[in-house]
Structures are given as C-alpha cells and as structure tokens.
C-alpha cells in the first residue's frame, strides 16, 4: 500500500511551531485539533513532531505495537532527575523494573496504606477546622499548597513508613520542586544549554540533585541495614517491597542506583500529580454544590460515621464517577510523547523513523467526536453505560498499554479517601477563575484560593 505524508501545518522561519506552543500549549493544541480529525505534523525547530488525535492511533502506539515506539527527548529531560526509573525507561530493562516493583502495588499491599491517607487528611481536615474557627466559620485556602502539602506526607510515608523523619521529607521535597521546575522550563525551550556548562541554572540543579541523592542514600542504607540485623524485621511500606524484591529468573534485586531511580519516581508520580488532580478537583466541587451533596449521600449510606477503609472505597461508585470526570477534564498527565524507532505506517500515512508522535489526554478529553458537551464538569459520563460507547483509548489519565501507570490504582485510592472526608466536614466556594498552566504536570496558575467553611450540620 502507498503511504501518505502527514500533513504539514506550516510554521514560522528557524522555529517552526516552537514559538506558538511555548506561548500558550494547550489553545494551540484544541485549535489544530478543532482544525484536524486524525494526524497533523508540526516542527519544533528540528523535530517533526506528529499529532495524533484518534483515540484508535493512540492506541496502535501504546498498545498494539508499543515496542515500536519508544520513549524519546520528553523523557530524556525527565531522565535528568528520574534516572533509568520505571517512567524513563525501555526495553529489557524496563520490563525487568516493572515486572520487580508490580508486587508492591497489589491490591494487598494497597490495602496496608489506607490508615497512612486517613490519618494525613484527618490532620489536615483539623487544621483547616483550626484555622475556620479562628476566621469566624470560613476561610480563603490556597488549595494548591494545601493539596501539595498533604500528598507529600502522604507519598512518603507510604514510601518510606512511618518513623520518617520529617526534616528528611522537607529536604526531599524542597530539592524535587527545584528540579521540576528548573526541567519544566527546559521542556518547553527548544534549545538549552547542556548540563556540564557551569550557568546558574545548572549549578543550582547539580546541587539539588546531589543533596537528593544523599537523602535517599542515606534512607536506603538504613533500611538495609536494619534488614541485615534483623531479616525477619517487617515494615509496612513501598520501600520494603522494592529493597526484598527479586528477578524470578535470576534471583537478583535493585542496585542501590534502580531502589534510588524508582523511589524518585514514585515520589514524583505519587505527590505531585495528585496533588494537582485534588486541587482541581476542589476547584471544580466548588462551582458544583449539587455535586457535593450527592457525594455526602453516598458517603452517608455506605460509610456512616465511620472512616473510609479498603473495602467500602469500592462502594463508592458515585465519587468514583466525580474523580474520573476531574481526570477527564484536567488530567495531570496532560502530555505523552514516543519515538518511532523505525518507519511506521499509522492508518495511511508515513511515520519516518526518529520523528516524533505526540498525544495529549487534555486533548482527547475533549473530543466532541467522544464526549458530548466536553467543557462541561458531569459525573455522568462514567456512568457503565457511557463508557461502553466510547472507545477505550479515549480517556487516558493514567496512559495505557503496558505502560499504563503503575501507581493509579494508589492514586485513585488516595483520591477518593481524600475528597469523601473534606466534603464531609467543608463546604467550597470559588473566588476566581483559574486558568491550567501545562508544565511536566497540568498545574492552576497561582495557588487556587478556594473558600472554605465549616459544613453545618
């Protein structure tokens, strides 16, 4: 069959699309996609970068030949602080990690943590009752800190139990959103300076990124150690399972190099993306109060007085709906790239080998050919029937294929524990409107100030 060459949206001299894509990504994107039904090439200085928009295609890349697609400079970039981590990288040895770390997020294990994401929303459910009461029954929160603030204890905790102490966790924090933002800006500049030349930005990222290491050495060897003195010691946590897993075939377990690639990883995955989604789910909730209050009645017929646990989360079908309509509408993960490895045919057209081909979730989640009045923020959509009718690779929050996020099952655990309490306890109100800011993660622009008052009973 004779092959087609995608077509060509014309740029500008040298840079191509660079300019109107750093500017303002995501209107650039919904424009050629309202412009476009299937595949659109774009030049990024000297990428050729490919657009899909069909959730089929999509699906072709992720899943049908996804070891033809590999992940390519996006993800280089993100290597910088990720390592070789199970998000990184391919091939073998990804699999080899994947296959490894899978353990640690069964549903079993899952179950252990839910105490970790009570106890951590309840402190923060407190706080807030602290500062409301001191405010005269309401108060203006900045959501995004809040959120951020809660995750991370949450994430680290689950990573590394409970004894961590808590200088490490603002260490390791601190140096990880040094980093994300330094490489936030160097994925959106088509061309930067290498990482050896001594600027400003560099040097202050090598210096992150050392101190970071010497963290997360420092609470490896600890556990390790404690395991040597006492091999029947248990710990309830993510690191546990990664440190005592082995290779079925060769009986071997992670380097310290892989332990210390993966837990940066998850911490990442497992902190900042959440916290992002919860933001916005708040964000949305408090433009919804019909919403809230159908949530309340789940909550009260299923769990009563009585906190979320491993099994009554799955009852929760109603806030299920709400957290997949979030996701849909400001997936965290707004953005996914892949290299072709060697020339690929999508549908009739030609993929060159080393090009590009781009998908965005924020995209597809807004498709009028799959979703039906797509701006708008309805739970319906994830009723059993509405998902039928669409194609399974139109709603991707978490990827697919494969390498489908090893962690959503964790975030969306965490997710629904989180939002059942605060809409038990608060009522939101929105002040202003927010805008996304799309860096490695979907983020609001600011800080989300969202109004908060005590529910009155």
């Known amino acids: 069959m004779f092959l087609k060459k995608v077509p060509v949206v014309k740029g500008v001299f040298f840079f191509g699309h660079a300019l109107e894509f750093g500017r303002d990504p995501l209107n650039f994107l919904l424009k050629l996609q309202h412009e476009n039904e299937r595949i659109v090439q774009l030049r990024i200085v000297y990428l050729n970068v490919n657009l899909l928009l069909n959730a089929e295609d999509i699906k072709y890349v992720l899943q049908e030949h996804s070891k033809a697609f590999i992940k390519g400079r996006a993800y280089r970039v993100l290597g910088q602080i990720l390592g070789n981590g199970m998000l990184t990288s391919h091939g073998e040895f990804w699999h080899r990690q994947r296959k490894l770390a899978q353990p640690a997020f069964y549903k079993q294990r899952l179950a252990l943590l839910v105490d970790i994401m009570n106890d951590e929303t309840m402190t923060m459910i407190k706080r807030w009752e602290t500062t409301i009461e001191q405010q005269n029954g309401s108060d203006i929160?900045?959501?995004?800190?809040e959120m951020m603030a809660t995750t991370l204890l949450i994430v680290t905790k689950s990573l590394f139990g409970v004894s961590i102490d808590t200088n490490q966790i603002a260490h390791i924090s601190h140096d990880i959103d040094t980093l994300n933002e330094i490489l936030s800006v160097q994925m959106r500049t088509p061309v930067r300076f290498p990482m050896w030349i001594p600027t400003k930005v560099n040097q202050q990222f090598k210096a992150s990124s050392n101190r970071l290491n010497t963290v997360i050495q420092e609470i490896i060897s600890t556990r390790r150690n404690a395991i040597k003195i006492n091999p029947e010691a248990?710990?309830?946590?993510?690191?546990?399972?990664?440190?005592?897993?082995?290779?079925?075939?060769?009986?071997?377990?992670?380097?310290?190099?892989?332990?210390?690639?993966e837990i940066v990883t998850l911490f990442i995955a497992g902190h900042e993306t959440t916290a992002m989604a919860m933001s916005w789910a708040m964000y949305l909730l408090s433009q919804h109060p019909e919403i809230v209050q159908k949530m309340r009645s789940e909550s009260q017929e299923i769990l009563g007085e009585n906190l979320p646990n491993f099994e009554n989360i799955r009852q929760l079908t109603y806030t299920s709906q709400v957290i997949s309509e979030v996701l849909r509408l400001y997936p965290p993960a707004w953005a996914i790239s892949r290299q072709v490895m060697e020339n690929q045919s999508i549908g009739e057209y030609l993929i060159p080998a080393k090009e590009q081909v781009f998908f965005s979730p924020y995209l597809l989640h807004r498709n009028k050919a799959y979703w039906t009045n797509p701006e708008e923020f309805n739970p319906d959509n994830f009723l059993p029937e509405q998902i039928k009718q669409r194609p399974s690779y139109a709603y991707l929050p978490f990827g697919g294929g494969p390498r489908l996020c090893i962690g959503n099952n964790f975030a969306l655990m965490e997710m629904q524990i989180m939002l059942i309490l605060l809409v038990k306890y608060f009522d939101f109100e929105k002040i202003e409107e927010v805008f996304p800011d799309p860096q490695i993660t979907l983020k609001p622009k600011g800080n989300m100030p969202i109004k908060v008052s005590r529910l009155k009973k």
């Open 141 to 145: 929160l900045a959501m995004t800190k």
């Open 234 to 261: 248990q710990f309830d946590d993510l690191l546990q399972m990664l440190i005592t897993a082995k290779d079925e075939d060769t009986n071997e377990q992670m380097t310290d190099k892989q332990l210390r690639d």
